[in-house]
């Protein structure tokens, strides 16, 4: 049953008392037979549960997540609102802003007919090589717990369920279909578990993604303890447990174990098989109706169930996608090093270089990606705010060296035949990738009917030279290019573990043809299908790639650093692409591809003032940090994170985030760096220790510590008074413009009586003031700040001893402190 009220970030959550949806749940689950009961379970297709019109049950329909909704379409016929990457939304430490996130990704979600986003992703940054890291919020629990628990409640603000994902203890990439990630209690409970339990607790979601991986030796699918024990019984978790795609295995450890849906449909372990174990007397029916009540809940919540009111009935105001992307993506950006060269000064000419400042990444890759309608680069952004004949650009360095899917210059649509290769239909293809999962295929095509798939259209190059072209995927193709095949042949499967890294992973170059600037071009990618190419997930996935002529690296390096040398400013744009940071896999490195380094090193030589921009969802080496006037994080900024950057560089606004993560000099100086399992074991032997809670007790110093982040003026902390609830601080605005803080509360335990960190992250909260006035905050101190989980007893207790409460900038710029004594647990 939902709880009547609770607060978060200033506003007060009404849930109704959910007795009548109870009723109604009961009612309708009373009239179903085992086989329908055990069908609802098994899904139906890709994203959808199958209808049951006699209860009147909608087909529940869900979706990726966490930056946009996709709907069940992987195209761009169908745009999505792409929001800045969860690394940037924690990065504003605002869980206002936050919900009002969700709220439009509620809206999102009902456009498009979906009931269930499948986000937020709340692992943890345990490691910086963590592939899906961007998609996460910080290596801090409570941050996360925070940014989590608004994101969820904005998004059910709508009416639109969540499910907070995955669960527990997938913080890395690498054979996560199997991993045992060996964890001891208390990480587990205060980091790992800690972000579901905030949310959980203060958001009351209604829906639970369980993790691929193994946690102490059990499938997070069948983790009975962890999700029956914790999740339900001591949390009060009420909604839906949906597995990872493809993740449940086994029939009976499945539903024993608490799950409830086994996604994607219908060929799961649930259905006929579960049907079967009932009949067998393996497994009870009421252990069925468990699960079938927990989903008809969540369906009566999202409006799907005929007879009970939704749980959200007066829809909150719509939100401006496009302005709302723009105000997160800026509003994340962390400014780590300003040495007076941002806000640029009126009238001064700028060269921006690097290929990311033309081809910007937006988001991250794998499951979280969408397709907006639009995208603003940063030579888009600037160019719109700075005079004619102010900006140049060059591209510098290219960090890829491998084809990419086509993008720019090429107009395609696929081409779907049968096999007397009459039409059937025709679908439009966002850069040349075929992405057609489940069922999702162009009109008046079936599975049945498709043999071949033509990615056909014209290419117009943006430069003359040689241009090389490839596939992606499994299978026999056909490439041609201005009528002359490029290859003809099969690809096989190659030695990729994960089904993910067979479809999002390596392009294959084919041949290249030389070709003139501005000059259109027919090219040709067909393939036909069969059997024993299938792709890993059911549907129809291969790309067409492409790279521009390679010219020589030195020569586009010398050209950006005469650019620099004849501009006032250079600004930088340097990036990670989809082959380093994405899904399924997990990075070996923390350098940025190609010569991007190079490139920012010659350009510092030739400008003082270079402004270095990293377009990155996580953190990246960046050797020649030092040597330049200022470093923007940009993060994967979203559809409109070039003109969130024109707003910040030309001083339109200041940029708003702190690091939500420690951000390492060196991978060598990183705590932890080992996400690859040893014996299928991945054992998390730093135990509490990983982020800024290890660096605190390393010599090496990172390149910015947690909570950095500077705006354009300067603060003065002036007082911390602490009460019973927590503390109060005053700050004041001693720059010559508004601003925005982020006061920070970290607790320092004296003489401790334990081991734990030296401090950590206990509250925050954001303030603004105009030039020279002050501004008052009061910052709850959380019990649990205080409090360990107590192996022996198995539940959370107080340490009484006195605490030093530090208020500041960032975990090691904190300008007040005072003393709290705590007593202990009676
Ligand atoms: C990812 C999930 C995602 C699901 C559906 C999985 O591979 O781990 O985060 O929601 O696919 O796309």
């Not at 899906?132 to 290596?139: I, K, L, N, P, Q």
């Not at 628990?149 to 369920?161: E, F, P, R, S």
């Not at 907006?372 to 102010?390: E, N």
């Not at 170059?509 to 090219?523: C, H, I, K, N």
């Amino acid at each position: 049953m939902d709880t009547p009220a609770r607060r978060h970030g200033g506003t007060t959550v009404t849930d109704p008392t959910g007795i009548p949806r109870e009723a109604a749940v009961e009612a309708a689950l009373g009239t179903l037979d085992l086989d329908t009961k055990t069908r609802l379970l098994a899904g139906r297709d890709m994203w959808s549960l199958p209808a049951l019109p006699e209860i009147g049950l909608a087909p529940l329909v869900m979706s990726d997540g966490p930056i946009g909704v996709r709907g069940v379409r992987w195209t761009a016929d169908d745009p999505s609102v792409a929001l800045p990457s969860p690394t940037a939304l924690a990065a504003t430490w605002d869980p206002a802003l936050a919900r009002r996130a969700g709220r439009l990704l509620a809206q999102e979600a009902r456009r498009k007919g979906v009931h269930v986003l499948l986000a937020p992703t709340v692992n943890l940054h345990r490691s910086p090589l963590g592939g899906r890291h961007f998609e996460a919020y910080s290596e801090d629990p409570y941050l996360t717990g925070e940014i989590g628990t608004g994101y969820v409640l904005g998004v059910q603000d709508g009416g639109v369920a969540t499910t907070v994902k995955h669960f527990v203890a997938n913080d890395a990439e690498t054979d996560r279909f199997t991993v045992n990630n060996v964890v001891a209690p208390r990480p587990l409970r205060e980091l790992y578990l800690a972000p579901f339990e905030a949310i959980v607790t203060g958001a009351r979601p209604w829906g639970v993604m369980t993790a691929y991986n193994r946690v102490n030796g059990r499938t997070m699918t069948e983790h009975h303890h962890l999700v029956n024990e914790v999740l339900r019984a001591q949390w009060g978790f009420d909604g839906v447990n949906v597995s990872d795609w493809m993740a449940a295995r086994d029939t009976k450890g499945a539903i024993e174990g608490g799950l409830d849906l086994a996604m994607p449909g219908p060929g799961t372990v649930y259905g006929e098989a579960l049907a079967a174990a009932v009949r067998a007397g393996e497994v009870d029916e009421a252990v069925v109706d468990r699960a079938v009540r927990n989903v008809l809940r969540l369906a009566a919540r999202v409006g799907a169930l005929k007879g009970t009111e939704p749980a959200v009935t007066a829809l909150p105001e719509p939100v401006d996608g496009e302005a709302l992307a723009r105000e997160i993506a800026r509003r994340g950006f962390v400014l780590v090093r300003n040495e007076g060269a941002l806000p640029l000064a009126p009238g001064r000419t700028v060269a921006l270089l690097g290929a990311a400042a033309r081809d910007a990444r937006v988001l991250g890759g794998g499951s979280a990606q969408v397709f907006p309608d639009r995208t603003v680069s940063p030579l888009d952004g600037l160019t719109a705010v700075l005079p004619a004949g102010a900006l140049t650009y060059a591209v510098g360095a290219d960090p890829t060296d491998e084809p990419a899917p086509a993008g720019a210059g090429f107009t395609l649509r696929a081409v779907c035949r049968d096999a007397h290769g009459t039409v059937l239909g025709e679908g439009s293809l966002p850069s040349g990738q075929v992405q057609w999962i489940g069922d999702d295929l162009p009109e008046g095509v079936t599975h049945d009917t498709l043999h071949s798939v033509e990615v056909t259209g014209t290419f117009t190059p943006r430069e003359s030279g040689e241009h090389a072209f490839g596939t992606r995927g499994l299978g026999a193709f056909t490439l041609t290019v201005g009528g002359e095949t490029l290859y003809d042949g099969v690809q096989e499967m190659g030695d990729e573990a994960d089904p993910f890294e067979a479809f999002f992973g390596a392009p294959t170059e084919r041949g290249t043809v030389a070709l003139t600037e501005g000059v259109p071009v027919e090219v040709s990618l067909l393939h036909p299908l069969d059997r024993e190419h299938a792709a890993p997930l059911p549907g129809v996935l291969f790309s067409l790639v492409h790279l521009g002529p390679r010219r020589d690296p030195d020569e586009l390096i010398a050209e950006a650093a005469a650019a620099a040398r004849a501009a006032d400013t250079a600004i930088v744009v340097v990036a990670t692409t989809e082959r380093v940071e994405s899904e399924g896999f997990d990075r070996t490195d923390l350098k940025l591809p190609g010569r991007q380094d190079d490139l920012v090193r010659a350009v510092a030589a030739a400008n003082p003032n270079t402004v270095v921009v990293v377009n990155a969802g996580s953190p990246v080496e960046m050797p020649w940090r030092d040597d330049v006037a200022a470093v923007l994080l940009s993060w994967f900024p979203g559809q409109e994170g070039g003109a969130a950057l024109a707003d910040v560089l030309l001083g339109a606004e200041e940029p708003g985030g702190r690091l939500p993560t420690t951000w390492p000099a060196r991978l060598a100086d990183a705590p932890v760096t080992e996400v690859t399992p040893v014996d299928g074991e991945l054992h998390y032997r730093e135990g509490l220790f990983t982020g800024y809670r290890a660096w605190d007790r390393t010599s090496a110093a990172p390149a910015y510590p947690f909570g950095h982040g500077l705006g354009y003026t300067t603060w003065e902390y002036e007082a911390l008074e602490l009460s019973p609830e927590g503390a109060t601080v005053r700050v004041r605005n001693i720059g010559s413009r508004p601003g925005r803080e982020v006061v920070q509360l970290y607790v320092a335990p004296v003489d401790d009586p334990v081991e734990r960190p030296l401090r950590w992250l206990a509250g925050f909260a954001s303030v603004t003031a105009g030039p020279g006035e002050a501004a008052e905050t009061e910052i709850r101190l959380p019990r649990r700040a205080f409090e360990i989980w107590d192996e022996a007893a198995g539940a959370w207790t107080a340490v009484p001893g006195a605490y030093e409460i530090h208020a500041g900038r960032s975990l090691t710029d904190t300008r007040l402190r005072a003393v709290l004594t705590v007593a202990g647990t009676d």
